[in-house]
């Protein structure tokens, strides 16, 4: 029988959710967010410092605890955010929001997405999408809140 | 299924018998996830059998009214199943009708307990014996739901009162020996759960009583999972108050059950007012019906009622002691088969030590989230978070557990295909 999981728990997230790139907390940072999932009780402290002029991510480190996909979903994005513009940044987000949520019906964008390309099977399973947004979303409210300032 | 036989024990619950059984609940031969369901969640709430649906059904069908109003022939009717059904379910729990009120749920009418108590510290003609004052003590367990944590929390918040509790083990077990010595002479109510949610441990419920009753305590008995699943006698226990909800005993949502002793039913004020409680309103007054109406404000869910009363002749048809025997087996099992797997934490009493037909695990280097995928995988329906007892999963060191809860319906079979899914999951998630 095919393994109904493997596209959830695809290789390079598994590797992912033992790897935790960028796991500690950064110093100094510009922004920090710490967002918690009542439901399963992961949670994320993220911290994210901006550099060329705040136009780019410089660095970004996070520690929290929770399922596997919320883990290799915060290393992922520590390995590619890094370097990047911040309005990309935002636009991969969101794309990765846009996919998770399409229930299976959007293609991914590979170009786009990068690794979190490995995220798409989570889009089949609707209580997870949320485990694989946290980090994500905790460093869309960090770029806001910076934003606002 | 008679309605107004004596509780019976009824034949052990055998391989056939629960096949038998299993025919009457129409949802456990879906396939939700395209594999045949094996339903260990019944701990969160429980499925229905036709019965119950039928008999909501009917009355839905050929008897809905408003009850204890008006005088038409259709309302007479109504009242009959509505009194009939509060009846029924006092005589399967050891209560007087006049104890028994309808509550939303076990959330709502724990709540009520603590609202009504709060109530009587502000209102001057109420039983001096009912104030809580600065320095008096709430008693509850480090276990506890936090349906029944957070009323009491508040409560103590506003009356300076201090919430005292029982401290857990490594293991999330307390003992009889630990409650007594924390009951003071300042202690006012004692509340905690009869069956934990999580540890499966059973409380002893009548040495905690005898030492409450004599400092003047309330004990407050959260039932939710001892009486689905095991025969309770709440007037036996002596307990002053209990809570259980009807979607955890093959009854329908929307509804729960709040049992007031005699004496405390008498001298609680009610917590929410308006009609179908009173007997006497003014522009300014207001007079209330007593017990069990003075704590039922508002119109009721009849067909719930009705439907709960169902799932009450169903559950003694089977036999409630076939029910605890077979549970009680499956819950041996549980524990034994859990707690024999490498890198997998048995939480709660050790094998064989009593507990009931549920067992939570911790799975090492496995987050229960994706326990619980690997398990919906193989179509086992398993709890997996803090099951409502964050305080609970601190002390134990994690954030979440795997929950797997019985019922009449659970077979050997579902059990041991649980443990054995189990046994899998650290290789899958490469942590063995
Ligand atoms: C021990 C215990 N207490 C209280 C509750 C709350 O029940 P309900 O959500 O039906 O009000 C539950 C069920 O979740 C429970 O298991």
Not at chain 1, 85 to 113: F, K, N
Not at chain 2, 357 to 369: P, R
Request: charged share 25%; net charge negative; aromatic share 4%.
């Amino acid at each position: 029988m095919a393994d109904p999981l493997a596209g959830l728990y695809q290789e390079l997230i598994l590797e992912h959710a033992k790897r935790r790139s960028g796991s500690g907390l950064i110093e100094p940072f510009d922004a920090e967010r710490f967002l918690r999932n009542p439901t399963c009780g992961d949670e994320i402290r993220l911290r994210v410092r901006l550099g060329g002029d705040a136009a780019l991510v410089e660095s970004l480190g996070w520690e929290g605890q929770g399922c596997s996909i919320s883990q290799a979903s915060a290393s992922v994005l520590a390995e590619e955010a890094p370097g990047l513009r911040v309005s990309a940044v935002r636009e991969r987000i969101e794309a990765l929001r846009e996919l998770l949520r399409s229930r299976g019906a959007i293609e991914p964008d590979e170009q786009l997405l990068g690794d979190a390309v490995a995220f798409a099977g989570v889009a089949k399973f609707p209580m997870r999408v949320k485990c694989a947004m946290l980090a994500w979303v905790a460093l869309e409210e960090a770029l806001d809140e910076l934003d606002a300032r | 299924m008679t309605i107004g036989t004596e509780p019976t024990t009824g034949p052990a619950l055998t391989e056939e018998r629960i096949e038998q059984l299993r025919a009457d609940f129409p949802i456990l031969a879906e396939q939700p996830g395209g594999v045949p369901l094996v339903y260990l969640d019944s701990g969160a709430t429980s499925q229905q059998p036709r019965q119950v649906l039928e008999a909501e059904w009917a009355f839905r069908t050929q008897r809905n009214a408003a009850v204890h109003r008006g005088a038409h022939t259709l309302a007479a009717l109504a009242t009959d199943d509505y009194e009939h059904a509060r009846e029924r379910i006092a005589r399967f729990v050891g209560a007087r009708p006049t104890e028994i009120s309808w509550a939303m749920n076990a959330t709502d009418a724990l709540n009520t307990v603590a609202l009504a108590l709060a109530e009587a510290n502000r209102a001057r003609t109420v039983d001096a014996s009912l104030r809580i004052r600065e320095g008096d003590e709430i008693l509850v367990t480090e276990a506890e739901h936090h349906a029944n944590l957070l009323p009491w929390q508040r409560l103590a918040d506003e009356t300076g009162a201090t919430l005292r509790w029982v401290e857990v083990d490594d293991d999330g077990v307390w003992t009889t020996e630990a409650l007594l010595a924390r009951i003071t002479e300042r202690t006012r109510v004692v509340a905690l759960a009869h069956v934990s949610n999580v540890t499966g441990l059973v409380a002893e419920v009548e040495p905690i009583v005898a030492a409450a009753h004599a400092v003047g305590a309330l004990v407050v008995l959260d039932a939710c999972q001892s009486v689905p699943h095991r025969p309770v006698d709440l007037r036996a226990l002596g307990v002053d108050a209990a809570a259980f909800s009807s979607h955890k005993m093959l009854g329908p949502g929307g509804i729960g059950v709040l049992y007031l002793a005699e004496a405390l039913g008498a001298a609680l004020p009610p917590a929410r007012l308006g009609g179908s409680m009173i007997t006497t309103v003014t522009m300014t007054e207001r007079e209330f019906l007593p017990a069990p109406q003075r704590f039922e404000a508002g119109t009721q869910p009849v067909g719930a009622i009705v439907g709960l009363a169902a799932a009450v002749d169903y559950l003694e048809a089977v036999g409630m002691p076939a029910i605890e025997a077979h549970e009680r087996a499956l819950g041996e099992r549980l524990a034994a088969g859990a707690a024999s797997l490498p890198g997998v934490r048995l939480v709660g009493p050790r094998p064989g030590q009593e507990r009931a037909g549920l067992a939570s695990v911790v799975v090492d280097g496995v987050h229960a989230h994706d326990v619980g995928q690997v398990l919906d995988a193989a179509g086992i329906a398993a709890r997996v978070g803090h099951h409502c007892a964050q305080p609970l999963h601190r002390r134990l060191g994690v954030a979440a557990t795997t929950r797997a809860s019985t019922y009449l319906t659970t077979t050997e079979a579902e059990v041991d295909r649980f443990l054995d899914v189990l046994s899998g999951v650290r290789s899958y998630f490469g942590a063995a």
